[in-house]
């Protein structure tokens, strides 16, 4: 039974171990920054929606501006051919086409003017969406760096883990499961701890200072009997 009490205790130990690895993983640092983040990447994309549909709506408004300037170039061209074929020979014709032909470069010289006049519109907007993108940029390389990060310790922790609890199995194979019960449920009631030493009549489970009675009774056991703390249970190693 001795040797029962000594396998739980490498048990224990290595419960114990499994729990440290258990809070580490969910408690990595770089998952609180990698969650600020995150959370930043968010808060910038959320101040793009408006800035994104402005340009949006002046590249449409530039491409309307262009599809214009080409159509009127278009009719420019064709008066010119008309006006320099020779083919048209009266006077209030030819005047009448380098009236049109005058009247389509004012108008395309406004359609110039006007897409100009979009682009200084638009600057601001393009240099808030410039800024915005390079914070992403930096944020998005961050993101990545704390990703791989966490990986690596995950799988050193799940490596570790692996070894604890291949090694935890094959030493619970030997601890009867009565035992096992007993330390199973005193592990619930005192924060993982299910087997510990008794010392200056302390259980180190629990921390309580036995009666005094049953200190007594304790010591009157034999060495290889299994003695458990009254207050939570624990398994005690005397
Ligand atoms: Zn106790």
């Known amino acids: 039974m001795t040797d029962a009490l000594a396998n739980l205790v490498e048990v224990q130990n290595h419960d114990t171990r499994l729990a440290q690895l258990q809070y580490r993983r969910s408690h990595m640092e770089q998952r609180t920054e990698l969650a600020s983040v995150e959370d930043r990447i968010a808060a910038i994309d959320r101040e793009l929606v408006e800035p994104a549909a402005a340009r949006r709506s002046f590249e449409t408004r530039e491409q309307a501006l262009e599809d ?7 009719k420019i061209a ?111 009631q005192n924060k993982g701890i299910g087997i510990a030493r008794l010392e200056h009549g302390i259980c180190g489970a629990c921390r309580l200072k036995l009666a005094a009675v049953d200190f007594d009774r304790i010591r009157q056991q034999p060495p290889d009997a299994i003695v458990r703390c009254d207050d939570c249970g624990a398994l005690l190693l005397r």
């Open 68 to 74: 214009e300037q080409a159509s009127v170039s278009v």
């Open 78 to 188: 064709a008066a010119e051919r008309t006006l320099y074929s020779g083919s048209v020979s009266s006077p209030r014709e030819l005047q009448s086409l380098e009236f049109d032909i005058a009247s389509l470069k004012r108008r395309r010289s406004e359609l110039e003017d006007h897409e100009l006049e979009l682009l200084v519109d638009r600057e601001p907007v393009d240099a808030r969406l410039a800024t915005a993108a390079d914070q992403i940029d930096v944020l998005e390389s961050r993101r990545i760096v704390l990703q791989e990060s966490i990986r690596d310790e995950e799988y050193a922790i799940d490596a570790e883990a692996a070894l604890a609890s291949a090694a935890r199995a094959t030493l619970v194979a030997s601890v009867p499961s009565d035992l096992l019960g007993f330390y199973d449920r005193a592990r619930v």
